[in-house]
């Protein structure tokens, strides 16, 4: 039953009532209550029991009924300035219009006379409406007398109870049962409290109950029936049966957790442990209720003494128990039945504290056969560098004489060959050329993969470089009959820094693949552009067929050629694929867009400088150059579009920043190792191999090892952040990103100033 919520008008002339506080302290007296109470002095902030002059027994319901917050009524033998006379007592929870709990009580002389029609009314109307259902039994447990509240509760008229039904008639038979029990001993001892009933209605319906009673006796002292009071307590049941749920399903899960877990509460006694903490403990669960956590950790010194490592029992204990006191970060040396594990106590919010287990016994072998695993595919790519470079080698040496040969031939206007014999000579000159072009791009793909890749980064005439490449593509567009042309080039075209060999090379590959791959009598078209942030974009477009959708994930993976294997159009295969690697490692991006039927268009980009005016000071080249060289490179490998553009937009906001990106972690691993970057930023949980797999690959690298980085994960959990700084990370940025705190991390971790604008 909820209490129900205290009128203020309660405490008129005509009502003897008391209110008290949750301590039972007096807070209110009506003035009939003060008379018959008669204490001396201002009740007020006292204890009820101590205004009372009864007998210490008599008032242990009211206590009981006072911590209990329940109903309690009773009648107590008092002492009067004549003798003794009998006060009866009823208390009842309620609240006030504040929410605070609180208690009412109504008292009355025994010998007391009602005086007027308004004094009558307003005990019976208590009796009849009171926040409690109260009834009288004889001594056969037939019932007597009920309140209205009674009525109400149990679906009854007053004529179908009163002198005609038994207690054991309005309960269920288990609690009829218990009633029969208890009953005898109310008619020895004179009261009960707080037993739960289940209670029948006249419908059928039950709802629980919490009764009490104490007895009412004649003047010989002889018990002739009782004053009973009970409260309705379905909400503290269906609480109740909630909070087991909640704990019968917390508990399963914690069954479920292979880590061994432990509670203790604010006492710091072993209060719960789930199966696996059992087995690692050796004891079931009723051996370790109760002891303190310094107990149990005496016990498990006492069992573990030999995997101390030299380490003494004392020096050992101290400083579990000190980490145990402040459990910030994690305990590493525990060591139980022969296997080890870190520990982490976290303290709950009622002062208690949760203990999870983590075994690390495999970690070392886990780390032994990463490190074997690394050096067997270090040794794998040696193998395979040292037989490319044969191959080399080996292939050029008979490829000179073919080559050769067949340049003196061609050259050779000996009229002995005919027409079609010189044909043939041109035949044997393109695939002698396309052969050395192969190898050449094998061996620059394994350079590559072993980070021996070497640049030569110098100012780019970008215009330049394009008329070059035109004038190379235009012989293999008129013999394919595709027309190929460069756009007219804007006049704020801006200057970029990279090796001129390799964007000639990049811009080969995709302007004949536009060729190749074109219609018979379409177009490739070559422009050149700036982006709104600021980037140089040259996009090479043409008519061809387009890219299948299915076909479109694997455009950049080595010797995949999308269907083209058996076709007419030679090529390697890794065209695309050294185009994505070099243009990421010069610091840009690649990119397509592609329309089946329509064509595609292939571009790459680079960070670019404003255009040079025609008449630049030399102060001026200077500075700009100046300013080049200052730039932050930061490399950047997540495998999320989403993330990447946000880092692009973070960086590109703040001067001073030239960022990388890698997709993967192997493709990381290969633009850090050829490019040295001023900063990692590694996202942990990659495709392939993992953020953290990548970071001990940095560090095992010479080329890498001293470059800082920053882990970013949407891993938020202490424990995450945690292990990655114990691995050695510089820093860790959990998501959504702070961009102020990032921009202000990234400056710091790379040690470097921002470049000052001229």
Known sequence: MTPEVLDPKAFDAHSARVLLDRDGRVQHVSPSALDILGASGDPKGRPLH?????????LRGLERALQNRTAWCAELPCATGSGVSPLQAVLVPVLSHQGEEQFLVLLSRGEAKLHDEASVGDVLEFWDHAPLALHSLDLNGRIILVNDTWLDWLGYAREEVEGVLRFTDVVTPESATAFERNFPAFQSDGFVSDLEYEFRRKDGSTFPGLLSATAVRDSSGRI????????????????????????DRLTDCMQCIPNPIGVFDAADRFVYGNQALLEVMGHDEPQLLGKTFEALTDGLLAENLKDLEGESAADWKHR????????????????LRGRTYRVTDRRTRDGGTVVVLSDRSDDARHAAEVEAARIAATAANRAKNEFLSSMSHELRTPL??????????????????????????????RGGEHLLQLIDEILDL???ESGSFVFERSPIDVPGVLRDVMTMLEALARTRGVTIELAALPPDLGSIEVDRKRLTQILLHLGSNAVKYNRQGGKAVIRAAMTERGWLRIAVRDDGPGIPLARRDALFIAFQRLGQEAGPIPG????????????ELMGGR??????????????????AHAATPQSPSPPVQHCAMAVAASLLHILYIEDNPTAVDLMKAVLTESDGFRLSVATTAETGLQIARASHP????????????????????????????????????????PRDVQRALDAGFAGYVTKPLDVADVVVRIRALAKRTTPQTC
């Open 678 to 717: 001023d900063l990692v930023l590694l996202d942990l949980n990659l495709p392939g191999m993992s953020g953290h797999e990548a970071f001990v690959r940095l560090r095992s690298m010479p080329e890498t090892r001293m470059i800082p980085v920053l882990a970013i994960s949407a891993a938020a959990a």
């Open 400 to 429: 000179n004489s073919v080559l050769g040969f067949a340049q003196l031939l061609e050259r050779d206007r000996d009229p002995q060959l005919t027409p079609r014999q010189l044909t043939w000579v041109s035949h044997v000159l």
């Open 224 to 247: 002739v029936r009782t004053r009973t009071a009970f409260l309705d307590i379905s909400g503290r049941r269906r609480a109740e049966q909630d909070a087991k749920a909640l704990r």
């Open 590 to 607: 690649v990119g397509f867009e592609t329309e089946e039927g329509h064509g595609s268009t292939f571009w790459i980009e680079f960070p």
């Open 572 to 583: 390697t295969g890794i065209g695309l694929t050294m185009t994505k690697l070099l243009t």
């Open 50 to 58: 101590a205004c009372l002059s009864a007998r210490v027994h008599d």
């Open 320 to 335: 579990r128990m000190e980490y145990h006191r402040n459990p910030v970060g994690s305990f590493e040396d525990c060591v």
């Open 446 to 448: 394994a350079r590559i």
